[in-house]
Nanobody
Framework: QVQLVESGGGLVQPGGSLRLSCAASGIIFSMYQSAWYRQPPGKQRELVARITRGGTSNYADSVKGRFTISRDSAKNTVYLQMDSLQPEDTAEYYC?????????WGQGTQVTVSS
């Protein structure tokens, strides 16, 4: 059974940083493409960053230069380092992995950027 568990969300002031973690069980992250999405209040879920099986990463224009996605194979965990956070980054953040037969999602972690 595949399970993804996100952590690291919270309340942060504008300009601050957070690191989100997504720990997997039942699936090996390094064998598949994985990603972080977010869903701001009242809006649709949107792609934030993606990392391919080979380690190539790409980002939404809105977070380029501020967010970094990475993967630790030994810990079977994907991270999202978020710097220079702004109020518009406030959202529920979800990780996913595109497995062989389906996409798996975590339960989400809330990030609130406010002074």
């Amino acid at each position: 059974q595949v399970q993804l568990v996100e952590s690291g969300g919270g309340l942060v002031q504008p300009g601050g940083s957070l690191r989100l973690s997504c720990a997997a069980s039942g699936i090996i992250f390094s064998m598949y493409q994985s990603a972080w999405y977010r869903q701001p209040p009242g809006k649709q879920r949107e792609l934030v960053a993606r990392i391919t099986r080979g380690g190539t990463s790409n980002y939404a224009d809105s977070v380029k230069g501020r967010f970094t996605i990475s993967r630790d194979s030994a810990k079977n965990t994907v991270y999202l380092q978020m710097d220079s956070l702004q109020p518009e980054d406030t959202a529920e953040y979800y990780c996913n992995v595109e497995g062989q037969y389906r996409i798996y999602w975590g339960q989400g972690t809330q990030v609130t950027v406010s002074s």
